[in-house]
């Protein structure tokens, strides 16, 4: 695979989390979440910690990093320009789930290609994570009675 194409997919992931990072930042200020708090920040930090991790990898690769935005602006995932104005868990949590599955989707598509052994580590790392972001969103999800939920896993 050329250069230029393993930046592009970096990059690509580098603006999916991104926007992951925004979404929990603001599922996390929602009053009725405090509950579920523990596991949307610690999905919040692992979004955050491949953000980082692909940025070095996009540079290490002579790639230039996008500007990325100081505050949420979707610029990824469609429909997340009203994410700030939901109010109801209900819409919060599935609005996360949409933005989970489109990451999980583009994590398996650049697991495929034929990668550096650095980047393919990586990927694995992350692609497994963002399943369990998944996992536990749908559990939330299903399980209504939303103070009894600790993890999916």
């Not at 979707?74 to 700030?84: L, R, S």
């Not at 990668?115 to 990927?123: K, Q, R």
Request: aromatic share 10%; hydrophobic share 40%; glycine share 2%.
């Amino acid at each position: 695979m050329e250069t230029t194409d393993i930046i592009s997919k970096l990059v690509s992931l580098l603006k999916l989390d991104v926007d992951a990072v925004h979404a929990y930042e603001q599922a996390l200020k929602k009053e009725d979440l405090e509950f579920l708090f523990h596991q949307l920040m610690e999905c919040r930090e692992d979004h955050f910690r491949h953000a980082l991790e692909l940025k070095s990898l996009i540079l290490k690769y002579g790639g230039d990093v996008p500007k990325l935005p100081a505050e949420f602006e979707g610029f990824m995932i469609q429909g997340f320009a009203e994410f700030k104005e939901l109010t109801d868990l209900d819409s919060i949590l599935n609005t996360i789930k949409k933005n989970e599955m489109v990451t999980n989707s583009t994590y398996d598509n650049v697991f495929e290609m034929d990668l550096p052994s650095e980047v393919y580590e990586l990927i694995v790392r992350n692609r497994e994570e963002e399943r369990q972001h998944l996992k536990f969103i749908e559990y939330a999800l299903i399980n209504r009675n939303l103070s009894h939920v600790k993890t999916a896993a």
